[in-house]
């Protein structure tokens, strides 16, 4: 008995081992990573277009794998690229692609773009400007623009309605914004029952709300042109977190303490936040859960309208045989073109990030109707790219850390961005020392 | 007596060496002697052999490999790894991030091994006895193990929500300002061993019960007859029997208490301000975030040391004592 098991397990193994062998003559087989990192029904929709993709390409056989949130995709890939077993193509979190360059993890697809007959310019030309400062460094393009957002104000109309606010107008500045929030705030005593405004701050979306808070305060978050240097120590960011302070300890119309994105969206949905920030990406869920009226709008200014993009690039490892480089890049242009990118940024909430895919007649009809989807395109306009540097994640919690002691009421705006500089800079110092640094 | 139950320990795996070793002539060459043991327990080291390879390779090899990644490091990105000695564990030690992982983990370790384990008592005592209620309570004590660590922790996510979260919504009627559970530093860590503390206490449970079990019954009865009471029972002779059950149950409390952080993965990410950071999620930290191997090979080690430390420790007081679980 267990020597038949034995011979059956041996069977089952020389079984196993041969089916690679064979697979030669099939079709080529690729993976591809992706992330799910808003809410939503993400994994469903991935599962449907890689299904389609595989009926109309006879010669490749892709598989979707799911990795978790953009940071574990990130740790995934590296390990799959250590392990010697790179996944054909990711789609990797947009920030990520100048510390992967700078560690040699990415291929250049500048001379997939040549083989094609088309030029760089032509290529990225399909894409929004706004987003091409994450797929290119140093003039070579790293990633291909997949699904792409940018920060969102959500607004509940029918509370704005009660507190006698047109919902039609929305605020525009940081002041409209301000007395908007005290308005839409209730208190009974000294207990608070519905809040203004609800900003999330946990990692991750911490940073990315900085980063909007300071550019639209006029100010930047990081050397766009250099991975060697963040401006946490400045008067437009320390403006941005000294309001974002004000909203929670001064105005008292924001909740204490650091709020992940999931317990914002929540909030707003159940009626207990009257408006948030949040990114494009959640506009679906929102869409579908709530059972109020609500209202978009661009994130208001207090020097200049900008935001950052967020979202995901479609992007792949170094060290790829040169047959799963030719599938992942027939995959990377099917995914991205106009008619898909149209259906995943109606699936999913994001922005499609080809033009074209606003002219397909589908996306004119669901504009029509979903005309909130809008906004976010509009914003794009205002757009710049999403702050990248060596060793991106440590340097953001860097900020991060500080920013959460603010909400929490530990620290003033001031001590906290320059304790957040000198940690950031600790971080990019070796960076730094071998290239802005290194001198002849 | 004591020494024959250690050649006995010894000897589990290769019974059928123990005659031969013992009835060798002492003066036999040293070589020989061992080859001839070799011959008689090579059939136990033959099937030992595959946990041995297996162990081998995905236990002590990847051990090994932290030993030998802990002494390497690059200096700029760029630059090719290179020997480095203590230099990433004295990194490691000077790293603010790092000394306060310790700091938390101890909080954390102190805070659920202490609660759970009184818990895990208290319910032993009180459910000692079998029949149906107390089996059904035992039940429901114990479901908590059942539930995944991660699943466990996206349940509380919800109900630690600000606000709206089921903790808050009968909390706040009762507080004037609703606490922000896992987003404010000084509350953060202590939801977290709420959770530990839910979690672990009914697995606990169990081996008090077991223990209780072998509490003699005739010492108590003549305790009993003595008019000794509840208490000075409980005081004299079952506290005194439980104590290689205490042993046991609190090194693998602190075991778990460094090793098992998948709520601090799920719920707070090491935040806010890296209240909730524990030792192991700072090693992932430096391996994933800083992609720093070196310095989390370091850390792996100095954890790794500080655990077997411990263990060893632990082990010899329990052998010590006559006996363990």
Known sequence: MLLSRRLLLGLAMAGALAVPALAGEGPTEIDLFFPVPVDGKLARDMGTLIKEFNETHPAIKATAVYTGSYDDTLIKTRASIKAGKPPATVIMSANFLLDMQIENELTNLDSLIAADGTTKDQFLGQFFPALQGNAVINRSVYGVPFHNSTPLLYINADKAKEAGLDPNKPPQTWAELTDWAKKLTKREGDKVTQWGIAIPCAYDYCGWMMETLTMSNGGRYYNEEFGGEVYYDTPSMLGALSWWNDLVYKHKVHAPGATPGPAVSTSFISGNAAMMMLSTGSLTYVRDNAKFAYKVAFIPRNVRNAVPIGGASLIMPAGLEADKQKAAWTLIKWMTSPEKSGWWSRATGYFAPNMAAYKTPEMVDFLNKNPDAKTAVEQLDVAKPWFATYKTVPVRKNLEDEVMLVLNGKKQPKEALAAAQKAADETLKPYNAETSLKLP | ?325
């Open chain 2, 1 to 325: 007596m004591r020494s024959i139950s250690r050649r006995d320990e010894m000897s589990l795996a290769e019974p059928a060496a123990l005659p031969v070793a013992t009835s060798a002539a002492p003066r036999l060459h040293v070589l020989k002697r061992f080859t001839s043991s070799f011959k008689a327990s090579l059939p136990a080291y033959l099937l030992l052999l595959p946990s041995l390879v297996f162990l081998a390779l995905f236990t002590y090899g990847a051990m090994g490999r932290v030993l030998i990644d802990a002494l390497y490091q690059r200096a700029t990105p760029k630059a090719p790894v290179r020997f480095v000695g203590l230099d990433n564990i004295s990194a490691v030690l000077a790293d603010p991030a790092f000394t306060g992982a310790v700091v938390n983990n101890l909080i954390y370790a102190v805070g659920t091994v202490v609660p759970s384990i009184a818990l895990a008592l208290l319910f032993a005592l009180a459910l000692s006895r079998t029949h149906a209620v107390n089996s059904a309570l035992r039940a429901a004590l114990f479901l908590p193990v059942l539930i995944p660590m991660v699943a466990a922790s996206a349940l509380f996510l919800f109900i630690f929500l600000p606000n709206v979260g089921l903790l808050d919504y009968y909390i706040g009627r009762l507080l004037p300002v609703l606490p922000n559970w896992l987003g404010d530093p000084d509350i953060a860590l202590y939801a977290i061993m709420v959770i530990t503390v839910w979690k672990n206490a009914g697995y606990y449970m169990l081996f008090f019960l077991a223990g209780l079990q072998a509490v003699p019954e005739d010492v108590m009865e003549a305790a009993h007859l003595d008019g000794a009471g509840p208490f000075m029972r409980l005081r004299y002779i079952i506290l005194p029997e439980l104590k290689p059950t205490f042993l046991f149950v609190t090194v693998i409390a602190i075991l778990n208490a460094v090793t098992q952080v998948d709520h601090v993965f799920v719920m707070t990410q090491g935040g806010p301000s890296n209240s909730t950071n524990l030792v192991l999620f700072y090693i992932y930290q430096q391996a994933v975030e800083h992609y720093d191997v070196g310095k989390a090979s370091a850390a792996t080690l100095l954890t790794l040391a500080a655990l077997m430390g411990l263990t060893a420790l632990s082990f010899r007081t329990m052998a010590n004592r006559e006996g363990g679980p």
